[in-house]
């Protein structure tokens, strides 16, 4: 028996999948069997077969995606990263009965999709002062969880969780927990990757993005990476017609050598933007650190109560203020944007006063928003 098999609960593995028409499946010259239109009503111009359903998982996105991992291992396209996680935790806890493990700072759909389904959270702080694991935490309470979800590079720390731990982790949960290691910001340090880790564990899950450095948020474009014994059962849960086939051009586009190449220079060139950003403004005297970064954002610790937050605010610098997390008190999370906005808000940084002199109230929806 699979680890993915001993976890599934019962009322999963005795789930029928919905038998959609396109997951059916079929060849054939006239198609009649979804209730669609057999004629499209064009409302423009390049429009092109919007009156069929999509394909239940459209297979050419999946191995041009796995082509783009270097992986033999299977891939699923969800809607995202956020669904990647609310699928794992619904297919693999039961409400009431089951738990996960986070490592808080981190991503907080993690929590939010286990607690919206009465699923216990325990949270295994990452340690101070750099933020790593503490992998015998993690261990003890994956011998009580189904989940252990780890962000590398983390959100919103911002750095690599270190390798060696996560293996450790892995080779030591094997009997107890899937391990989910979240990469949506992994184009900023590829080499990093855990992906081919998944050949030799298989209670490890990788889940992927194209919102971040490909720059496709809005084409809610994610990826579940895993064994075989996983993905069956995480399938089962898949909606009829998850991708829109408008969507799967965008993401055949982006998986193309030319996309590949065009989303690698982009990147180049963002990384040599945030490290000259944080050149301009780790010297302030009221700035206490910038910590590393392997992604598109920088985490800056101010002096206690310096309002960073609040004056770019006021100066129409939309940041996130990470106050409300645990061990972040006076943290901001800056993304780097194009080099004439990081050149901006450098020198904005740069001409505010050296020591606390206003008092802003926080705006709450900003402050508290939690995305990624």
């Not at 009465?118 to 989940?147: E, G, H, M, T, Y």
Request: hydrophobic letters at 40%; a negative charge; aromatic letters at 6%.
């Amino acid at each position: 028996m699979s680890l993915a098999e001993k976890l599934a609960p019962e009322n999963i593995k005795k789930l029928i999948p919905y038998q959609s028409a396109r997951r059916i499946g079929g060849t054939g010259r006239l198609w009649l069997n979804a209730n669609e239109l057999e004629t499209p009503l064009l409302f423009q111009d390049n429009q092109s077969a919007l009156h069929r359903y999509p394909d239940f998982l459209p297979n050419d996105i999946a191995v041009a995606y796995q082509a783009y991992c270097e992986t033999s291992q299977p891939t699923l396209a969800v809607r995202g990263a956020d669904e990647a996680i609310d699928l794992l935790v619904r297919t693999f806890c039961q409400p009431g009965k089951d738990s996960i493990t986070i490592c808080s700072p981190t991503y907080a759909m993690y929590q939010f999709c286990a607690e919206s389904m009465a699923i216990d959270v325990i949270d295994c702080p990452l340690q101070a002062p750099d933020f790593s694991l503490d992998v015998d935490a993690v261990v003890c309470a994956a011998k009580r969880s189904n989940l252990v979800f780890l962000c590398s590079p983390n959100n919103p720390t911002g750095q690599l969780l270190d390798r060696d731990s996560i293996i450790a982790i892995l080779e030591q949960t094997q009997q107890h927990a899937l391990v989910v290691v979240d990469e949506a910001y992994i184009e900023f340090e590829l080499g990093q990757s855990v992906v081919e880790l998944i050949d030799h564990y298989p209670n490890l899950v990788v889940i992927r993005t194209l919102s971040k450095a490909f720059g496709l948020a809005a084409v809610r474009c994610g990826f579940i990476i895993a064994q075989p014994s996983v993905l069956d059962f995480i399938a089962k849960l898949i909606p009829p017609y998850p991708m829109p086939d408008s969507s799967a051009e965008i993401v055949l586009n982006a998986l193309s050598p030319n996309g590949i190449a065009k989303v690698r220079e982009h990147t180049q060139k963002l990384l040599a933007t945030k490290q000259a950003f944080v050149d301009q403004i780790a010297h302030l005297d009221w700035i206490e650190r910038v910590y590393p970064s392997a992604t598109n954002f920088v985490l800056v610790r101010t002096e206690p109560g310096f309002p960073l937050f609040e004056l770019l605010l006021e100066q129409g610098v939309v940041t996130r203020n990470q106050a409300h997390e645990p061990n972040l008190a006076d943290c901001v999370r800056i993304t780097i944007g194009s080099e004439a906005s990081m050149n901006e808000v450098g020198k904005i940084i740069c001409n505010l006063p050296n020591r606390l002199t206003t008092s802003t109230p926080h705006n709450k929806d900003i402050d508290h928003e939690q995305t990624a």
